[in-house]
């Protein structure tokens, strides 16, 4: 039960994580609407799919690899610096700011409620 318990609390964890990808369906899904969030979203699910399926299947030939500590190091470092990138260029990214515009209608019901005010 121990062991349920903690698997479900790092899955979860894991779940919610906020990595760059998460930032890209975000950015998408707010620039573009919520169907194109669905498509990116979706494709994500498709290559996370088939990177497990090719880890499961060819992890056994690349294992000695892997456990090298020098291996460790530069992937750890590379992937490292990759995610800050990714962070600053989004950071100092101007953004794309659309003006919106409202009907005489919403604006003459808008009104309405401001009075209750």
């Known amino acids: 039960m121990e062991y349920i318990l903690e698997g479900l609390v790092l899955g979860l964890t894991l779940a919610t994580l906020l990595g760059p990808i998460f930032v890209v369906l975000i950015n998408t899904s707010m620039n573009y609407g919520a169907r194109s969030g669905l498509v990116v979203g979706s494709g994500i699910w498709v290559s996370d799919l088939l990177f497990i399926l090719f880890a499961y299947f060819f992890i056994h030939k690349i294992q000695h690899y892997v456990e090298d500590v020098q291996f460790k190091y530069w992937v750890g470092n590379l992937g490292g610096f990759i995610l800050i990138t ?32």
């Open 86 to 117: 990714m962070g600053i260029g989004q950071f100092f990214k101007k953004p794309d700011i659309k003006k919106i515009e409202f009907s005489s209608k919403y604006m003459r019901n808008l009104g309405f409620f401001e009075k209750d005010l």
